[in-house]
């Protein structure tokens, strides 16, 4: 029995997830100001989204 | 123009500050809010009164392990079988105390039959892994290094 109901994510959201609170991480600590911060946020996002669904191409050949 | 020195003791070192004076705080001080900021994500940026960091870090880590328990992702123990699950376990345990919050959470056990359960065994990593860096920093910045 678990304290808590079990998440259904799908790869997308799972992956959403992921990006959006590392980059949110990685931004407040590896940036001082709010402006560089909130830039930082957004390029790394951006840069994860970017790398994440390229691989899933890449790899698309494979999977059939 | 300089100040004339108070301690007259010059080995080509600078003369140790006073404790009230002191620019950094010591080592031992350094390697205590590191160890906070492990066993409670976020406490060894509190206590340098980092309110931001300390928050992110403590809501990103207990974010990665509230979802990775509850997409049942594998929570590993001691007991490992093989050489990844030790790195699992290491990993796991980089949460600090949230490692026992991902234990209560998950007292159904891991499924990893399906995708879910495999991505929440990488989101407690994850976890793991952003909260040893997160100390670090914490380290780090209470050595006076720029952060």
Redesign the interface.
């Known amino acids: 029995?678990?304290?808590?109901?079990?998440?259904?994510?799908t790869?997308f959201q799972?992956f959403l997830?992921?990006a959006m609170?590392?980059s949110?991480?990685f931004g407040?600590?590896g940036r001082?100001r709010p402006k560089d911060r909130v830039k930082y946020i957004l390029w790394s996002f951006f840069l994860f989204l970017l790398v994440g669904i390229g691989i899933g191409w890449a790899m698309l050949p494979f999977s059939r | 123009m300089e100040e004339p020195a108070q301690n007259p003791v010059s080995d080509g070192t600078q003369s140790a500050p006073s404790a009230k004076e002191e620019p950094f705080p010591g080592e031992s001080r350094a390697i205590a809010f590191g160890f906070a900021g492990w066993l409670v994500p976020g406490l060894g940026h509190a206590l340098q009164r980092m309110w931001g960091r300390a928050l992110v870090v403590f809501f990103a880590v207990g974010l990665l392990v509230f979802a990775g328990a509850s997409m049942k992702g594998n929570v590993f123990t001691r007991q490992g079988s093989d050489a990844f699950d030790t790195l699992g376990y290491i990993a796991d345990l980089g949460t600090g105390s949230f490692y026992f919050f991902a234990r209560a959470i998950e007292t159904g056990g891991a499924d990893v039959s399906h995708a879910g359960g495999d991505y929440g065994t990488r989101l407690l990593a994850t976890a793991g892994v952003l909260n040893l860096l997160a100390a670090l920093h914490a380290y780090e910045a209470a050595r006076g290094h720029k952060a």
């Open positions: 029995m678990t304290v808590v109901p079990p998440v259904e994510l790869h799972a997830l992921f609170v590392i949110v991480a407040f600590l001082r």
